[in-house]
């Protein structure tokens, strides 16, 4: 190897450590805000019933609304982000969704619960995939796959700290607000706050990063500009309509085990506080600690379950086991003792969220590089529904039947189902299927 070589090496490991230094804990911090102000109304729940007269069914079927207006503005988000860039479309981001988690506070009837939450999913559209972009700009290959799975991460402490911020916050009182009231404000306006160091932190160039010396940013610019060519000899530019990834059963089955996967988690995000409530004798803070137990719990199954994965190599079976042991959960989560429900969701939650980790190096492994993004998002996408089926139907039995042991049910059945289909799952690419898929695109494209 050259000496040049080296120093090109050198200086380009050297670039990517100092951005992932600058970036990766403020989009921690931003993901850790953004899942907060998502999740939160499950802790008021029971207060807005009480202020407002919010039925169960309403809050179930509002909880759900965000996931249609995330769904529905996911993708013009990204349109848009490539035009204005992602430093000031991701600030953009979080001033609206700040500033409607904050008009949460006042909510007056089940219309302007609507509303506020769909549009709390428009606001927030595009911020996920805004941050895969940024560091699609800013780092190399080799570096993304850590720097997502850091990120990603920042999910599961976001679960873990939500239940006793958000409890904590339901105590303070004053001004004539009560404490959902200030809840959803102080909360809100941390969003906002974070807006002033997303602008300052984030470059919209590498060669704005001042704190890149000019060979870093030289050799940054330059790698990312050759994997940049790279990608669009490989593609010749073309996109992949949704009609022609559906015809493939594999893309449909991975579309269902996510969907799978995000019905169990979101169930179990919005209404684990209700479940929690049923034990008695328990302030709002107390209810936010033991909201977070299962999510502590669930970050060392990932660990875990990532560890064996990667020694004892059949994704789909790992999958599959992850699968059953979330549905056992749900099963016994059904009991009338209503400590033992909350054990059984503690059970469950090694499931569930190791499933959602498990889950996407199947597609990964299995799609043709040229269309992985596409599929990728169309994925998440689908899945992500899952965020609205699970509250609304819970909320509904919850309304008609003052149990939602009907919806538990439901969801270990899904999961075995799931479980089952797990092993239909293809982890290596279908060359055939994909390269005619894309050798059709690329000659479409010309």
């Known amino acids: 190897m050259s000496a040049s ?34 999740v939160n ?16 069914a309403a809050y179930g079927l509002g909880s759900g609304l965000f996931f249609i207006g995330y769904a529905l503005f996911e993708v013009p988000s990204n349109m848009l982000m490539q035009k204005f860039g992602a430093r000031a ?31 709390l999913g428009i606001a927030e559209a595009g911020f996920f995939p805004g941050v895969v ?6 780092l190399p290959q080799k570096e993304r796959g850590k720097a997502v799975a850091i990120f990603l991460a920042g999910s599961a402490f976001a679960s873990v700290l939500s239940g006793p911020v958000t409890g904590a916050l339901l105590s303070v009182r004053g001004l004539g607000l009560a404490g959902w009231q200030w ?6 306006a941390f969003s906002i706050a974070l807006c002033a160091a ?73 209404w684990l506080p209700t479940i929690i409530r049923k034990m008695g004798g328990l302030s709002d803070f ?11 719990i669930a970050i060392v199954a990932m660990y875990c379950f990532a560890l064996l994965s990667a020694r004892f190599r059949f994704q789909q079976g790992w999958l599959a086991l992850a699968l059953v042991i979330a549905a056992c959960g749900l099963f016994a989560s059904t009991s009338a003792n209503p400590v033992f429900s909350f054990v059984a969701i503690c059970f469950s939650a090694i499931g569930f969220k190791a499933a959602s980790s498990l889950f996407w190096p199947l597609p990964q492994g299995y799609l043709d590089a040229r269309v992985a993004a596409a599929v990728i ?17 819970f909320g509904y039995l919850q309304q008609h039947t003052g149990s939602i042991a009907g919806g538990l049910y439901g969801l270990g059945v899904t999961s075995l189902i799931a479980a089952a289909a797990a092993f239909l799952a293809r982890s290596k690419p279908s060359r055939r299927a994909f390269s005619d898929e894309a050798d059709s695109l690329h000659r479409g494209a010309h």
């Open 286 to 296: 107390q209810v936010g600690l033991y909201n977070a137990i299962p999510w502590m």
């Open 89 to 119: 479309w991701l600030t953009r981001i979080m001033a609206t969704w700040g500033v409607v988690a904050a008009c949460m506070a006042f909510v007056r009837t089940d219309t302007s619960f609507y509303v506020l939450r769909f549009l």
């Open 41 to 56: 109304v499950g802790f008021a729940s029971a207060h807005m019933e009480t202020d407002l007269g919010l039925s169960a």
């Open 377 to 393: 998002a169309l994925i998440n996408s689908l899945g992500n529904l899952g965020g609205f089926f699970a509250p609304a139907t």
């Open 183 to 188: 809840m959803f404000l102080i909360e809100g």
């Open 133 to 138: 972009f940024y560091f699609a700009q800013w």
């Open 5 to 38: 070589t080296t120093r090109y090496d050198s200086l380009l490991d050297s670039a990517s450590a100092k951005v992932k230094r600058h970036v990766l804990p403020l989009f921690l911090i931003m993901f850790i805000a953004n899942y907060i102000d998502r």
């Open 198 to 270: 997303s602008w300052l932190v984030l470059k919209s160039r590498i060669s704005d990063a001042h704190w890149l010396s000019r060979e870093e940013q030289g050799a940054l610019e330059n790698y990312m500009a050759r994997e940049q060519a790279e990608r669009e000899a490989a593609t010749g530019g073309a996109r992949v309509p949704v009609t022609r990834l559906l015809r493939d059963p594999q893309i449909v089955l991975f579309c269902f085990l996510y969907f799978a996967i995000q019905l169990t988690i979101y169930a179990a995000t919005f």
